[in-house]
């Protein structure tokens, strides 16, 4: 792969004189979904697919950023004097958003660069292509301009750029597992102090299979940004009627047990609210209770939990889909599937199974020919292995 990526950098830049080769990688979510944003716990890991840049710095203040998935746009041509984001810009505002994120923490970018990428994530799979993107970025930068900043600044600097210049407002579950993936383990983290495990994810005889269905509703950036402020509301009705009845300080949805939840959802005055915060709460229980059972060995509750999961993004969430739904409703079906759910932010995307060795040709030709009949489409699929965070190739 370097040996590629060097050969393509010097056609497009002449040479490749003084660069060097970096990877960050893409990130499937396990469990604990939506739960980023509400002070929950997340369950996500790094893979092994994810995006390459090869990076020279340059003596003038100019960018010339190049994508070999986009090569009909060509060198892209811009400068540091012009860190502002631009629709026509595409795809190189969220290199330049990371830039831009770092000056604002101070870090003053002196010189600019040349910067060949290639992503090995599906283009709109939902597996984090942006995030990767903007973990390179960040390391890339690092090296460059030996920036003292962690591994985990790199993940509040994408996540900084994606919310203020990029204008999505995510939480930090996709740049926090690209930034701190670890081989073969997923990253317990709670979101609400971002103290993190790893799990080492020990799949005896089964593997986790990403199924893409290759659809993407145009809705995901407002429908994402309004489940937000629906838990945000529902989470000030609850902090209201606590304080007036002299009760305990309730910082996030994700500090609540259900029990807690259900003796006061009553507070939150709207039933779709109600939901929302409903799965909020449930969600993040079932991730801490799904890492308890893959730490004690027991992968089948994990499957059940995931299937559970999904219920809840489909019914109280409703983040889901009809053609994803076909995809899991087929999973589960098939014998050898240990669990099967939505992954990411919904509306289309990926599904994540966890599938035992000898069904993954069966779950591939079911799943298929399902989607075929009832959908009229064709979705790929992935098994996945489990990677580390950034490196330098
Ligand atoms: C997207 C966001 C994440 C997270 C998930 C849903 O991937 O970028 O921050 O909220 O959706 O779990």
Not at 321 to 347: K, M, N, Q, Y
């Amino acid at each position: 792969m370097k040996e590629k990526l060097l050969e393509e950098f010097s056609k497009v830049f002449g040479d490749n004189e003084g660069t060097k080769v970096y990877f960050a990688p893409g990130r499937v979510n396990l469990i604990g979904e939506h739960t980023d944003y509400n002070g929950g716990h997340v369950f996500p890991c790094a893979l092994t697919v994810g995006t390459y840049g090869v990076a020279r710095k340059r003596t003038d203040h100019k960018l010339n950023l190049y994508s070999m998935n986009f090569e009909n746009l060509g060198v892209i041509e811009s400068s540091l004097e012009d860190l502002v984001p631009h629709d026509e810009a595409g795809w190189t505002n969220y290199p330049k958003g990371v830039m831009w994120a770092f000056e604002k923490r101070g870090k003053k970018i002196d010189y600019g660069m040349d910067l060949l990428l290639y992503g090995t994530i599906p283009n709109g799979s939902g597996l984090s292509s942006s995030a990767s993107l903007e973990v390179l970025t960040g390391s890339i930068l690092r090296d460059m301009y030996g920036f003292d900043v962690s591994n985990e600044d790199l993940a509040l600097i994408g996540q900084y750029s994606e919310n203020n210049f990029n204008g999505c407002n995510c939480g930090i579950m996709d740049q926090f597992a690209s930034a701190m993936g670890k081989k073969d383990n997923a990253i317990f983290l709670d979101t609400a102090t971002l103290q993190f495990e790893y799990a080492p994810v020990v799949l005896e005889g089964a593997k986790i299979v990403v199924t893409n269905s290759n659809v993407k509703h145009s809705l995901v950036d407002s429908a994402y940004n309004e489940r937000r402020s629906q838990c945000e509301t529902a989470l000030h009705e609850l902090q209201e009627a606590e304080a007036k009845a002299g009760g305990r300080e309730i910082k996030s949805l994700g500090d609540l047990t259900p029990d807690e939840f259900e003796a006061r959802k009553d507070a939150i005055k709207d039933d779709v609210r109600k939901l929302r915060a409903k799965h909020a709460v449930y969600e993040n229980q079932r991730t801490m209770d799904a890492v308890a059972a893959l730490r004690a060995g027991d992968i089948e509750k994990f499957g059940k939990l995931m299937n559970a999961s999904h219920v809840s993004l489909r019914d109280d969430y409703e983040v889901s889909c009809p053609e994803i739904d076909v995809l899991v409703e087929e999973a589960w079906h098939v014998d050898g599937v240990i669990g099967s759910r939505i992954t990411g932010g919904g509306f289309g995307g990926c599904t994540v199974s966890i599938v035992k060795d000898e069904a993954i040709d069966t779950f591939k030709e079911k799943l298929a020919a399902a989607y075929s009949e009832r959908c009229g489409k064709t979705c790929d699929f992935y098994v996945v292995e489990i990677g580390d965070g950034p490196v330098i190739l």
